[in-house]
């Protein structure tokens, strides 16, 4: 088939499309924008569901991390959303990569393919990062995301979805995909070392799933909700601990046999969060920080050096985590769709928005669904 006979679809695809917009902090407004082309190595997606996730909400009211041209994205016309899932419309000139038709969930970062990150496969951590001239792309952050109708994807940025799975789980294939890369390729988790996840919150909760999934033993969750502690129970964890009722530290130590783990994936941000992971931890343990403080906070370094502890921290979904995601995902090795707990419209994303925001009826996963499938 060539080239031209493939673009040629028969997909009815318009010349514009809704799409959120955001003007100054908190400012979204729904307007009709053109739909985008696809350049060399890049399809247009149809968005068929967006997931909201904490950092839209950081981006619409701080801007930061998304980042325009080395700017803030307040009135660039920049269009937020970045965990979302659809279905190929449209192939750019060489992509034999996917077809029409074909269901497919991001990643976020394409990198720009340029700079020595990405060229180590450090694409999320890409020193390019926010400079679309200079070949960047993370949609929601520096491109245009999925809060709209339609998206551009670098082929690069995709991973199949499989046919039995529902367009509301497939928007979690990115953040059980962020967990992932915490835990394999960064945080080198092997069958048989302890786990603990601090805070239930999407990607605590997917890291219970994807610990479990990697032979982790035990897995521990720890966090103040005992309903959000159930789900975890439900997707793979061993022992939940309500921090409330039992310090945490005791409570690792006293599940261990007063030895510890061997790794933490701190998803809570709370201040004393990366103390009291240092005192989970054995010896030589690894910790990886998902989530931050919004202030400085006090760390008992000594305590981490003298116990020759690992602490790094995470950035998205990199080396390729997502397709390691979605690969557990399509093998139902955990329930990822129990965090999806509300769904909205396209035109009511204000009201998804606050649903994630102000966590009404104990929102973790809301779902936007564009309706044009
Ligand atoms: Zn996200
Ligand atoms: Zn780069």
């Known amino acids: 088939m060539t080239v031209s006979a493939r673009v040629s679809n028969e997909f009815q695809i318009p010349k514009s499309m809704k799409a959120w917009v955001l ?14 082309e696809p350049g060399p190595a890049e399809v247009l997606v149809r968005i068929d569901a967006v997931a909201i996730c904490a950092t839209d909400l950081e981006v619409i009211s701080h801007g930061m991390p998304a980042m325009i041209e080395g700017e803030l994205p307040f009135n660039k016309g920049f269009t937020p959303g970045h965990e979302y899932m659809g279905t190929v419309v449209k192939l750019g000139p060489t992509v034999d990569e996917f ?9 976020i ?25 200079r070949g960047h792309r993370a949609n929601g952050f520096s491109t245009d995301g ?12 995709m991973v199949h979805v499989p046919n039995e799975m529902s367009d509301e789980e497939a928007t979690l294939i990115v953040t059980a995909g962020t967990a992932m890369y915490g835990l394999d390729v960064l945080g080198g988790v092997i069958a048989g070392e302890g786990v603990v996840v601090i805070g239930p919150g999407p990607i605590g909760l997917m890291g219970v799933g994807v610990a479990k999934a990697l032979g982790a033993q035990p897995v521990i969750l720890t966090g103040t909700r005992d309903r959000r ?42 201040p004393n969060a990366l103390n009291e992971a240092a005192r989970m931890v054995n010896r030589g343990g690894r910790i990886c920080l998902a989530a931050f403080p919004h202030e400085a906070v006090s760390v008992d370094l000594a305590y981490i050096v003298r116990n020759n502890i690992y602490v790094f921290g995470i950035r998205g979904e990199g080396k390729s985590a997502t397709h390691r995601a979605a690969a557990l995902m399509t093998q139902r090795k955990f ?9 909205f ?16 009826e104990d929102a973790i996963k809301v779902v936007v669904k564009t309706g044009s499938a």
Not at 240 to 261: F, H, L, P, S, Y
């Open 345 to 360: 419209g396209l035109s009511d994303l204000p009201e998804a928005l606050r649903y994630a925001r102000d966590r009404v």
């Open 335 to 343: 329930d990822a769709k129990l965090i999806h707990t509300h769904t």
């Open 146 to 157: 999925g809060f709209a109708e339609y998206a551009v994807n670098h082929v690069n940025t």
């Open 99 to 107: 077809q029409l038709g074909d269901r497919i969930a991001v990643e």
């Open 23 to 36: 003007g100054g902090p908190e400012e979204l407004s729904m307007v009709e924008k053109p739909v985008p």
């Open 229 to 270: 502690l159930e789900m975890g129970k439900r997707l793979g964890a061993d022992f939940v601990v309500n921090v409330n009722q039992e310090d945490a530290v005791a409570a690792v130590r006293r599940i261990t046999g007063g030895k510890g783990v061997q790794y933490v994936l701190e998803c809570s941000g709370a």
């Open 109 to 133: 970062h394409a990198g720009c393919g340029r700079c020595p990150r990405c060229r180590e496969g450090m694409y999320t951590s890409c020193l390019n990062y926010g400079f679309h001239s």
